[in-house]
Structures are given as structure tokens and as C-alpha cells.
């Protein structure tokens, strides 16, 4: 058991580092998935997090950065940030 004691030690670290990832607001271009670096405010991070609670998803904020789930894809985080974008969507969605 010993010898396995390292690799055990090295699988259990490495799951735990890649269940989240980091939540970067996506934007289509006309032509892809973008991310725009300055797009976090502190009122969007609000708002994805108002987002994010509504559609039960985990996540959690570090170093005043949000962190989610790292099975969700560019494509969810293109949602998420749309509706966080979108003011219409906020007040028809209001936490209960």
C-alpha cells in the first residue's frame, strides 16, 4: 500500500484541481467564441451569479474570481453570459 500511497496522493490532487474552472464572460464576434478581459465588472459578476443560482449550478468566487463546474463548456458560458447581459432576463428571473 505504501508504494501506491504517492499515485493515490497524485489522482486525489489532480481531480480536485480540475473540478472547477474559471468563469470568463463569452461573446459571439460574428464568427466565434470570444472572451473580452475587461467585460467581469463587479455588476456582471453580480448578475452571472444571479444567473448561475437560477439554474443551480455550483460555483464559487476566489480571489474575486467565479469558478465553475470545469465540465461546463464555452458554448453554457456564452449563455450564462448573455443572460447576465440581458436586463429583460435578470427581472423575469428574480431569486426566490
Given at each position: 500500500?505504501?508504494?501506491?500511497?504517492?499515485?493515490l496522493?497524485?489522482?486525489?490532487?489532480?481531480?480536485?484541481?480540475?473540478?472547477?474552472?474559471?468563469?470568463?464572460?463569452?461573446?459571439?464576434?460574428?464568427?466565434?467564441?470570444?472572451?473580452i478581459p475587461d467585460?467581469?465588472?463587479?455588476?456582471?459578476?453580480?448578475?452571472?451569479?444571479?444567473?448561475?443560482?437560477?439554474?443551480?449550478?455550483?460555483?464559487?468566487?476566489?480571489?474575486?474570481?467565479?469558478?465553475?463546474?470545469?465540465?461546463?463548456?464555452?458554448?453554457l458560458?456564452?449563455?450564462?453570459?448573455?443572460?447576465?447581459?440581458?436586463?429583460?432576463w435578470?427581472?423575469?428571473?428574480?431569486?426566490?
Amino acid at each position: 500500500m505504501r508504494k501506491y500511497f504517492p499515485i493515490l496522493c497524485l489522482a486525489l490532487l489532480t481531480f480536485s484541481c480540475s473540478k472547477y474552472q474559471e468563469y470568463q464572460p463569452q461573446f459571439f464576434n460574428g464568427h466565434e467564441l470570444v472572451v473580452i478581459p475587461d467585460s467581469l465588472t463587479d455588476t456582471h459578476k453580480k448578475n452571472v451569479t444571479q444567473v448561475l443560482d437560477y439554474y443551480n449550478i455550483e460555483w464559487k468566487l476566489e480571489d474575486d474570481k467565479i469558478y465553475l463546474d470545469s465540465r461546463i463548456d464555452n458554448e453554457l458560458m456564452w449563455n450564462f453570459t448573455s443572460k447576465a447581459n440581458d436586463a429583460n432576463w435578470l427581472q423575469s428571473h428574480q431569486p426566490q
